[in-house]
């Protein structure tokens, strides 16, 4: 059974950092890419950040370039995603999810995600 769980959400102040991590198992995970998603009230999911199964690649959204890092470890079976220089538009319940291209979710069904609130 497919296990995603993500944690190190929280109430963060404008400009601070935080690492999320994402433990996933029930799956050959060092097989995958992975990414991290989020979601803002009232709009739809996005693709934040995107690492290729080696982590030799990766692939961010504009409006984190820069200031956001996604990172893996395989040992783990864990993805993680360094948040700094935090806006206020970046709150969000941040979710990963196995990806079989670029921006598509390979799992239907998604962890509790992690909340993380920047304020201002």
């Known amino acids: 059974q497919v296990q995603l769980v993500e944690s190190g959400g929280g109430l963060v102040p404008l400009g601070g950092s935080l690492r999320l991590s994402c433990a996933a198992s029930?799956?050959?995970?060092?097989?995958?890419?992975m990414s991290w998603y989020r979601q803002a009230p009232g709009k739809e999911r996005e693709l934040v950040a995107h690492?290729?199964?080696?982590?030799?690649?990766?692939h961010y959204a504009d409006s984190v370039k820069g200031r956001f890092t996604i990172s893996r470890d395989n040992a783990k079976n864990t993805v993680y995603l360094q948040m700094n220089s935090l806006k206020s538009e970046d709150t969000a319940v941040y979710y990963c999810?196995?990806?079989?291209?670029?921006?598509?979710?390979?799992?239907?069904?998604w962890g509790q995600g992690t909340q993380v609130t920047v304020s201002s």
């Open positions: 999810n196995a990806d079989f291209r670029l921006g598509s979710p390979l799992f239907d069904s």
């Open positions: 690492i290729i199964s080696t982590g030799g690649i990766t």
């Open positions: 029930g799956f050959a995970f060092s097989n995958y890419a």
